[in-house]
Nanobody, 117 residues
Framework: QVQLVESGGGLVQPGGSLRLSCAAS????????MSWRRQTPGKERELVAS???????YYAGSVKGRFTISRDNAKNTVYLQMNSLTSDDTAVYYC???????????WGQGTQVTGSA
């Protein structure tokens, strides 16, 4: 059974930090491109950061320099370190896994991050 379980969300004051974790099980985690995406009401889900199996990373312009994605293949876990948070970062953050060249794609249930104004 495939599972992606996010944790670490919460309420944070402007300028604060949070670290999201996503524990994966039930699939070949190390071969998957893992990413974090976020969504606010009325808007499309957007890609925040991703990391390929070889360690190549991508960041959205709005988070570059503030957020860092990392992964621990031994623990089947992907992380998102978020620094200098603002109210604009308020969203539900989702963990996503995709196997390149296939239709295998998995989503977590989401975790709420709220940057207080």
């Amino acid at each position: 059974q495939v599972q992606l379980v996010e944790s670490g969300g919460g309420l944070v004051q402007p300028g604060g930090s949070l670290r999201l974790s996503c524990a994966a099980s039930g699939f070949g985690f190390s071969r998957y491109t893992m990413s974090w995406r976020r969504q606010t009401p009325g808007k499309e889900r957007e890609l925040v950061a991703s990391m390929t199996s070889s360690g190549y990373t991508y960041y959205a312009g709005s988070v570059k320099g503030r957020f860092t994605i990392s992964r621990d293949n031994a623990k089947n876990t992907v992380y998102l370190q978020m620094n200098s948070l603002t109210s604009d970062d308020t969203a539900v953050y989702y963990c996503h896994g995709a196997l390149p060249g296939s239709f295998n794609t998995y989503w977590g249930q989401g975790t709420q991050v709220t940057g207080s104004a």
